[in-house]
């Protein structure tokens, strides 16, 4: 069992920067996969950004080389560091985790986090 917990949203304006964390509990971090994904009103939820155990990172095209992925095993934690942000980057951001994400299925997940951008 993984508990995720996420931090660090809030409210910054168009081209400015936030960095996310998500604190995970439980044995064996190191092992699990972790993505974020976001929501916004209205939308359905997409994937962000993920990262394999293996370090290894993928990302959506609409924040690629905008949005950098991160993880320190030591400290049982992802980042996700959001820079030039744009008001379409308004949503709420999960944190998930899995052993083996088939399909692009996620096991556990954290309770959200908001961002919003104002323009």
């Known amino acids: 069992q993984v508990q995720l917990v996420e931090s660090g949203g809030g409210l910054v304006q168009a081209g400015g920067s936030l960095r996310l964390s998500c604190v995970a509990s439980g044995s064996f971090f190191s092992a699990y996969a972790i993505a974020w994904h976001r929501q916004a009103p209205g939308n359905q939820r997409e994937l962000v950004a993920a990262i394999t155990s293996g370090a290894i990172t993928n990302y959506a095209d609409s924040v690629k080389g905008r949005f950098t992925i991160s993880r320190d095993n030591a400290k049982n934690t992802v980042y996700l560091q959001m820079n030039t942000l744009r008001p379409e980057d308004t949503a709420v951001y999960y944190c998930?985790?899995?052993?083996?994400?088939?399909?692009?299925?996620?096991?556990?997940w954290g309770q959200g986090t908001q961002v919003t951008v104002s323009s």
């Open positions: 998930s985790a899995a052993l083996l994400p088939i399909g692009g299925r996620y096991d556990y």
